[in-house]
């Protein structure tokens, strides 16, 4: 179902849904009245779910629905990449907004926050946050501290000739795409696309994109989590892929019962001014 394409607004907004019915349904939900007040081109490719998910995506006339199929077994990161590129190839305005069916936005300024990182001499290709969640100062500094002796000590292990894991790298440096704005106009301008090696979606586009030597944006999970929740791997714990006492679990079953306290205690005049405040900012 294709909802007729609206050049009011500078940016869209792209999901992907696989077999989520209500985080899916509770991300549009949050996003719908200031999306059709404001002339926000909303894209939500079914990642060929084929379930109840899949028929109530049909039922919404405000959206721009793909459908995509698979004929063949696909590891999860390269379906989601594939059914980005589906989207990527639709999208007409300048920038689009990657969000996961896990992405509750319940304060739509955080999209004019980020496109309003899009100003100065050096052109922006992406904004976004290197977390995906706010752990707070304390747990930061512990995660980054650990995963600084994890890294060196499997490096000095493979040196010394020890059997050892392959270290990781310490610092988080790609954007996570649970809420990334990226700019259409020169993603396509360079023939590129979010799904061009075996990594998460967009880490080679984001790589490549530095390497052109345009400027990549940052938001500190302090702020960016002002104006939205994530569930972490969401989708994950609403199909059962975790133990009930996992944390992710935990996380899922707590965001997704205040959800509709959320959403009914929200100011919707400030809600739909915000989407119309980001829909057109001077961009240089």
Known sequence: MTHSLSTQANYSI???????LELTRTCLELLREGAQEAGVPVFVVDNYSNDASSEYLRTLDWINLIERKSNAPEAGNMAHGRALDLALEQVETEYLFLLHTDTFVYDPAVFSLMISQCTGPQEVAAVGCLEQQNRG???????????????????????????????????????????????????KKHGLHFQMD?????????DRMAALNYKIGFISPRTIFRYLDHIQ?????????????????????????????????RDTNSYVGSFKQARSPAIV
């Not at 792209?14 to 989520?20: A, E, F, M, P, R």
């Not at 075996?198 to 984001?206: A, D, F, M, T, V």
Request: proline share 3%.
């Open 137 to 187: 100062l304390a747990r930061s500094a512990w995660r980054l501290t650990s995963r600084f002796f994890k890294h060196y000590t499997r490096r000095s292990l493979l040196a010394l000739g020890f059997n050892s894991r392959a270290p990781k790298p310490f610092k988080e440096v790609h954007l996570k795409s649970f809420c990334t704005l990226w700019n259409v106009r020169l993603i």
């Open 233 to 265: 791997s969401g989708t994950v714990s609403a199909m059962g892929g975790y133990a009930n006492n996992h944390r992710r679990v935990k996380m899922y079953n707590l965001l997704t019962g205040e959800r509709a306290f959320k959403a009914d205690v």
């Open 198 to 206: 075996g990594r998460n979606p967009g880490y080679e586009l984001q």
């Open 14 to 20: 792209v999901l992907v849904n696989y077999k989520s």
